[in-house]
């Protein structure tokens, strides 16, 4: 059941009663430089308590697809780590300033049901002494990250958009992703993604990244920032200082970036000043060591040298920064749950994201205040940022979202073809030997579809051979879906051969392939049954080294629908194949040596 437009009415007036300053509506206008009124939002900041204040620099998980009414097993998850039942429990004992969405938390089942989820936790907020609207936030990168599903929009991700290399692309796509959040009641956004990916190897960055190129990757961040922006989002580019030359996952490790400080300038540097000079919103830091930043040893998270000495005053940035996941392994390694909070804080922080135990965060953070390690002043600094990015979000005017509102904005038709259209401009044909693509159905109409299968990334439908294969049907082939996943077995490469004597090609689905892993062995097996192989890397465009035999070869940067769809349409000659590489593909061999360069992609020559 939702909650009705006169109910949302009645309740909007009555929190603007209760964050009323000075008698008045708090908030209602701006000043005359347009930016939010610093005055009213002191005014509000001196009237709460230190344990408001402490709350206030906190965004936090909870589980369940309700603010007041979760399902049971939500209840459970929330009081063994939070010690709260719901979203509502949360505010009210810990003030929280933000909530982050997750799907593994079941806050993103269905449009209308965040909405909803939205408004409860609005509702559940202002409800509250001095009650303030809460900043919902999420990982909508698109691509291979995205929290919120179908039948939302969903865009190819980052890697992708840098193969299209239309910066209008990735404003319409940060516009429309952002328009539709908004919708349903999220109005910060962890993205875009920042970070130069110049390292291969990257196990947690890779795709996200729009490439290897520091000037085109600071395009396109700058084009993101003013689309989710433009949409009434809050735009967050992350990680800095920059995590994209690491073999180590920071949710695991704890990495070490040994750029000199020439280099971060060089390389790191750029999408950060282009995001900072078109107005970003928040910047996430990351939990990595950069001895040339900072020697002490450190993660960025907690280092004031590189947080306030480089973002705040070298690269001029006072909007707000907000750490990556305090329950990351990077940034608990060198220090307890107490004690990364506070040191956060004084490093230059002001938001404080998702601590794997609240309560010891919490705490921490109020009896440094009350121990004098941080001043109430201090605390004031970072909550007036934070205040000041709702009221330009405007979320003290109307911090509420209506069903109606979803329907004519969340997933509508025109969203989807612009969804479409873009992601036919990212796909990169890498090889085309004997110019077997584009493939032609009047030869080729019997096809087999075999690959991995990686758990859907975004909600999508899947599993990409599923895809791949109804794409290929609704172009009018005939084809054969056989899944192998990412580590074939004997007897599933036996299989697939054995199918592969019934068909005129077949398409390989391939996903970060090793010089160790089994898919090699799949594509060459395939490749000696005589039948054409075409193969398609589904994530990592560094696969095509580790396939040299392959006559025709592309890249999707993604296996979501949208992007293995729109490969479909190029392999088949529907679309053109315009994307060209962001990143350089070494060779398997000699990985000193360029394969194919940042900017290589085939054309379809004669056939347009």
């Known amino acids: 059941m939702h909650t009705s437009r006169r109910t949302l009415l009645a309740a909007t007036a009555g929190a603007a009663a209760v964050v009323a ?8 206008e701006d000043d005359d430089t347009g930016r939010p009124d610093d005055k009213r939002l002191r005014a509000l900041i001196s009237r709460m308590t230190l344990e408001e204040k402490v709350g206030q620099l906190f965004v936090m998980r909870v589980y369940g697809h309700s603010a007041t009414a979760p399902d049971q097993a939500d209840i459970d998850a929330n009081l063994a ?185 060089e390389l790191d540097a750029p999408p950060f000043r282009a995001a900072i000079a078109a107005g970003i919103d928040s910047i996430m830091t990351a939990h990595i060591m950069v001895p040339a930043l900072d020697p002490s040893g450190d993660p960025a998270t907690l280092s004031r040298p590189i947080l306030t000495g480089i973002l705040r005053e070298r690269l001029g940035y006072d909007g707000v920064v907000v750490t990556d996941s305090l329950g990351m392994q990077g940034v608990r390694t060198k220090y307890g749950d107490d004690r990364v909070p506070v040191l956060a804080l004084k490093a230059g922080v002001d938001q404080l994201l998702n601590p794997p135990k609240l309560d010891v965060a919490w705490n921490a953070v109020l009896q440094a205040v009350r121990g004098g390690e941080l001043t109430e002043a201090r605390l004031d600094e970072s909550i007036l940022r934070v205040l000041r990015l709702k009221a330009k979000l405007g979320l ?49 109409r019997k096809v087999l579809v075999v690959g991995a299968d990686p758990a859907s990334p975004s909600g999508t439908t899947g599993p990409p051979t599923t895809v791949l294969g109804a794409a290929l049907t609704e172009l009018g082939f005939t084809a054969t879906v056989l899944s192998t996943g990412t580590a074939p077995t004997e007897a599933t490469i036996a299989k697939a051969v054995a199918a ?9 689905g391939t996903y970060n392939v090793t010089a160790a892993s089994s898919q090699r062995t799949l594509v060459n097996r395939l490749l000696a049954t005589g039948r054409p192989v075409i193969a398609l890397a589904i994530r990592n465009p560094y696969d095509v080294a580790q396939l040299p035999d392959v006559k025709a070869y592309l890249a999707a940067y993604s296996w979501t629908d ?22 350089p593909v070494q060779k398997a061999d000699k990985p000193t040596e360029v394969l194919y360069p940042v900017g290589h992609g085939l054309r379809y020559e004669g056939v347009f």
């Open 21 to 28: 300053v000075g008698g008045g509506p708090a908030l209602a």
């Open 500 to 508: 592969a004597q019934d068909v005129d090609a077949v398409l390989v």
């Open 81 to 265: 780590e939070i010690g709260v039942r719901d979203a509502a429990e949360l505010i009210a004992k810990y003030r929280v300033g933000g909530i982050i969405y997750f799907g593994w938390a079941h806050n993103t089942r269905d449009p209308h049901q965040i909405a909803d989820l939205s408004n409860g936790i609005q509702k559940a907020s202002l409800a509250q002494p001095r009650g303030l609207p809460v900043l919902i936030s999420t990982d909508q990168e698109h691509g291979i990250v995205a929290r919120v599903g179908r039948p939302a929009t969903l865009f190819p991700g980052a890697m992708a958009l840098g193969a299209g290399g239309s910066r209008t692309d990735a404003r319409t796509a940060g516009r429309i992703g952002g328009a539709e959040l908004r919708a349903m009641g999220v109005r910060q956004d962890y993205a875009p993604v920042a970070d130069v990916n110049v390292n291969p190897a990257n196990p947690v960055i890779g795709v996200r990244s729009f490439g290897a190129d520091p000037q085109a990757v600071a395009g396109m961040v700058a084009a993101q920032v003013k689309g989710y922006q433009s949409a009434g989002v809050a735009a967050t580019s992350k990680h800095f200082p920059g995590h994209g030359d690491t073999e180590t996952d920071s949710h695991y490790g704890f990495p070490v970036i040994e750029h000199t400080e020439a280099q971060w300038a």
């Open 562 to 583: 949208v992007e293995l769809r729109a490969a479909v349409r190029v392999l088949a000659g529907r679309a053109d194949p315009v994307g060209e590489l962001p990143v």
């Open 396 to 444: 003290f005017k109307n911090p509420y979202v209506t069903r109606r509102g979803v329907d004519r904005v969340v997933g509508i038709p025109s969203h989807l073809k612009a969804a479409d259209r873009i992601a036919e401009r990212t796909t990169t044909l890498l090889v085309n030997s004997g110019g077997l693509l584009p493939l032609s159905r009047r030869t080729h």
